[in-house]
């Protein structure tokens, strides 16, 4: 019998798993800082706060992977994967990395234009609208950051030859 | 007092809040950016009308961030965040207009008290501020640090956890008292560590537009549909007067925090938050739309930018970011910030109050108008909406630091 109060959040192994991966790797990517005593040897150094938080993750992670379990193992809204709309966030997702990967080459502007019309019709927006939408933005931007506050958008290998 | 009301000193007055509201209410473009690119332009004006310019900037800017967050749940800067707990909840009901209006009348109303416990108390508050010492300020920093376990409603050990995670996240690049570099892996963007700007972008921007990838996005935005016209406006004055107290309150607090040099108005608001969750006869109802929820911090985080100049005045010492950027304005037009700038630029100094003090009133103007312009612009298809946040979030983090690290981030 679930003694819980109806209004707490159900306990979640992803986000159990989740803290305890990022547990592990603040101790482990940790032990790395430098441990050198700033006065006498009661100063630990720039090396105790993050390893304790880490361990206070690692824990905490692991006390909601257990409650996870106990209570049936699933979370109460279900797994992400299998929700409307869930192949829309996984596409925008790898829009972003895609983004991020590319605007190298690509340059700021037409990257831009592309994550944009690439955004708007994952959202079922009409090709004419995404795109009058895409160009629109990037110019807005172009005025406003490149013209007006002077900000130097990247321009890609691609954009330098247009 | 006369001739701050010429049109020489009106007009930029007027299109500096304007530049304020753009600036504010985009997500990326912090109070700070703003003023630090209008105080060039300022220059060029004489010093009243380079001051109002200057003042008109910061105070309508930490306003215009309420914005966006009430309407897309996303702050327009970091003062803003606390603002989205309640404002936009309020929204989703079909009454944003309602919240910003009332963030609206709370914002000026904190930013005339914190104008006049400037105006009465400056030397005395400053005094005080300068005697915070390093214990102090560690046990302000766990204050806020407990107020993230404090709005985790429905679960207070995900808020600490949720805490723990920022602060593990905040260790990263060199830490400030012994310079060694911890989790930088050898990049030199992490060497100055993880940049606030961005990760909030991510945190409250990137998330909302991923969020709206979960079905019933246009269902969600008929919910936004709302009242127009002057009812806002009658509404979010009875709901001023009924929490009256409260924005008192909050003001002050909001005041004596941003009077604290390097605390500033995301503080304000948070703590001022807090202290009105702890204190209200209905604690459950913040988080979903409460009145409260969005007359503490909207009060208090205006009042702290009136707050911040008091150590800047009194004693040279910024009291935040803008105040950091406007004391070197102040040198360029004479004005000596420290124990006798009243005798020594009084008349000033004066202007500089009374320009603060009529900006709370025009900003009732100015943000009016911006509402209602955003208002209409959020009535588009939110697909198109998120598009919109989308660019300015990654344009926003990209011109901070003029880095696609932080894009990245």
Known sequence: MNSRDPGEMAPSWPLGLFLIVVGLAGFGFGQGIPADAVGNNADPGPRLFPLALSLILFLGGGGELIRSFRSGGVSASGPLWKEEGARTFFAVGGLLCGFFLLVPWLGFSLGMVLLVLLFLRLKRVSWKVALATAFALVVVVRFLFGWLFRIQLPEGWLESFL | ?409
């Not at chain 2, 004489?46 to 930490?62: D, Y």
């Not at chain 2, 970011?321 to 124990?339: E, N």
């Not at chain 2, 700038?341 to 320009?355: K, P, T």
Request: aromatic residues 10%; proline residues 5%; contains cysteine.
């Open chain 2, 1 to 409: 007092m006369a001739e701050l009301f010429h049109y020489s000193v009106l007009l930029p007055w007027v299109i500096g809040m304007i530049f304020g509201i753009f600036v504010g209410a985009t997500p990326g473009l912090t109070a700070t950016m703003a003023v630090a690119l209008i105080v060039p332009v300022s220059f060029h004006l004489e010093p009243n009308a380079g001051l109002a310019l200057i003042i008109g900037v910061s105070f309508t800017a930490i306003f215009a961030g309420d914005i966006p967050a009430t309407f897309l749940r996303i702050p327009g800067t970091p003062a803003s965040a606390a603002a989205t707990l309640d404002g936009y909840p309020l929204a989703r009901k079909g009454k944003g207009p309602f919240a910003l209006t009332l963030d609206l009348l709370c914002s000026c109303a904190g930013g005339l008290v914190g104008v006049v416990l400037l105006m009465l108390l400056a030397p005395q508050l400053a005094r005080v501020a300068l005697k915070f010492s390093n214990f102090e300020y560690f046990w302000l920093g766990l204050l806020g640090l407990s107020i993230s376990a404090l709005v985790s409603q429905k679960s207070l050990w995900r808020g600490l956890l949720a805490a723990v995670l920022g602060l593990l996240l905040a260790t990263v690049g060199e830490d400030i008292v012994s310079g060694k570099q911890r989790y930088v892996f050898g990049s030199m963007e992490l060497m100055s560590g993880i940049s606030f700007i961005p990760a909030m972008i991510g945190l409250f921007g990137l998330s909302e537009v991923l969020r709206s990838c979960f079905g019933r996005s246009e269902a969600e935005g008929a919910a936004m549909e709302v009242q127009g016209g002057t009812a806002p406006l009658v509404e979010g004055t009875f709901a001023l007067w009924k929490h009256k107290f409260l924005c008192l309150k909050s003001a002050v607090v909001g005041t004596l925090i941003g009077a604290l040099p390097g605390a500033g108005a995301d503080i304000a608001a948070w703590g001022a938050y807090g202290l009105a969750r702890k204190t209200s006869k209905q604690p459950e109802t913040f988080g979903q739309g409460a009145e409260e929820g969005v007359v503490a911090p909207t009060s208090a985080n205006n009042a702290a930018v009136a707050g911040a100049w008091i150590p800047a005045l009194i004693f040279g010492v910024p009291g935040d970011a803008v105040t950091a950027i406007v004391l070197g304005a102040l040198t360029m037009y004479g004005i000596k910030p420290g124990p006798l700038i009243f005798e020594q630029s009084g008349g000033q100094v004066q202007s500089i109050l009374w320009i603060a003090f009529f900006t709370q009133f025009l900003l009732l103007v100015c943000g009016l108008v911006g509402i209602r312009v955003f208002s209409r612009l959020l009535r588009l298809r939110k697909g198109l909406v998120m598009a919109g946040v989308l660019v300015f979030s990654i344009v926003g983090s990209y011109a901070l630091n003029n880095s696609f690290f932080d894009v990245g981030v």
